[in-house]
């Protein structure tokens, strides 16, 4: 890799996490690669203590920025203000309960030098709060690039994975700031409009079959109580405004052959959210009635191709985004009252 190794910022956003922040502050601190700037934003948790003594013990502190956020702004926030005082060439983030592995720096680095490119993204394996494995993501080797837009057309035109979270990548700083790509702050979970950013803009990457992150399941965690209790209002909301988003940005590609993709990606997701917005038990019939109203008007302008492998599914849902609300409406209140989320997950397959 040569004598001079170029510097690669590390960025969390800390909030709580007190019972698992210093194991994972060992397992970045830890990294054999060398060359690493860590950026660690208080989002005004109950962990500050333990980071603050971790990092103070370990011989790599003077690497350690701790940026104070001043009040919980949320985890999109933490990221963005991440993106603001990195300054490395490449930048690799997770969350606060996660773990990753002694050389994931090391790892996708060596990727990332073989072959630059926009992002590397890295396996990754779940475990539960007890430390139990299960599966994850897991890549194969495969190298990315060419046409315009080569990653969207992977991801949507040939319908391949490429996995929607935020962390276990590792971005070239300067793609990141080139097409101004950040979180929507307010938003509790911050992967989907993030890494759609990224997907439709990278002219390159690569995915790796090695595993470099595991994946706590924290049922404590924002995902973790919207899996078991239903979505809440806010949550509910950013869902919404994550479709509005993928409808305005993906405005100008109606020429693409994968544009139909693009569609059916953002009907079938608002189909999946309307369907968990139906369901919550946490909001009033009211609230529900505007959401779901919000969630199944469709903006998106009609493909100008007709190629595409997705032309039943994208019929289908032309036809019930084409039918009167009152239809709408009707058909998620059958897809409630006969409990079909795991034959959605399945059909829609994420």
């Excluded at 690669?8 to 397992?27: D, F, M, Q, V, W």
């Excluded at 924290?218 to 994550?242: F, L, M, T, W």
């Excluded at 990606?265 to 369907?275: C, E, K, L, R, T």
């Excluded at 595409?308 to 239809?327: C, E, Q, S």
Aim: positive net charge; hydrophobic residues 40%.
């Amino acid at each position: 890799m040569g004598k001079k190794l170029p510097l690669i910022t590390l960025g969390i956003p800390i909030y709580n996490a007190a019972g698992l922040i210093e194991r994972t502050l060992l397992s970045v601190l830890n990294q054999t690669y060398p060359n690493i700037e860590y950026v660690f934003v208080d989002d005004k948790g109950n962990s500050m203590d333990i980071v603050k003594r971790v990092v103070a013990e370990h011989p790599r502190r003077s690497a350690v920025r701790i940026i104070d956020q001043g009040r919980n702004r949320g985890i999109g926030a933490a990221r963005n203000t991440i993106l603001e005082y990195a300054t490395g060439d490449y930048l690799f983030t997770m969350d606060c309960d996660d773990l990753i592995t002694p050389d994931c720096i090391e790892t996708l680095y060596g990727y990332m030098f073989r072959y630059p490119v926009d992002f590397v993204a890295g396996s990754f394996v779940r475990i539960d709060m007890e430390g139990k494995q299960y599966p994850g993501c897991q890549y194969t080797d495969t190298l990315i690039e060419g046409e315009r837009h080569p990653v969207a057309r992977y991801r949507y035109g040939q319908e391949k994975e490429i996995f929607v979270a935020t962390w276990n990548k590792l971005y070239s700083l300067e793609f990141l700031k080139r097409y101004h790509i950040c979180c929507k702050e307010g938003h509790l979970n911050e992967d989907p409009w993030f890494t759609y950013q990224v997907i439709i803009n990278a002219a390159s990457c690569r995915l790796i079959p090695e595993c470099t992150l595991f994946y706590t399941y924290n049922p404590q965690s924002v995902s973790g109580i919207s899996a078991a209790k239903g979505y809440s209002e806010k949550i509910a909301r950013q869902y919404v405004d994550v479709q509005k988003l993928k409808s305005a940005y993906i405005s100008g590609l109606a020429n693409e052959s994968f544009y139909r993709n693009l569609l059916v990606d953002i009907m079938q997701m608002s189909v999946y959210h309307a369907y968990r917005i139906g369901c919550t038990p946490l909001l009033s019939k009211i609230c529900k009635n505007e959401l779901l109203r919000e969630l199944l008007t469709c903006s998106c302008l009609s493909p100008r191709k007709k190629a595409g492998k997705r032309t039943l599914k994208y019929l289908f849902f032309r036809v019930f985004f084409a039918l009167p609300m009152f239809g709408k409406l009707g058909v998620i209140r059958v897809m409630v009252a006969v409990q079909l989320k795991q034959i959605i997950r399945r059909w829609i397959h994420f």
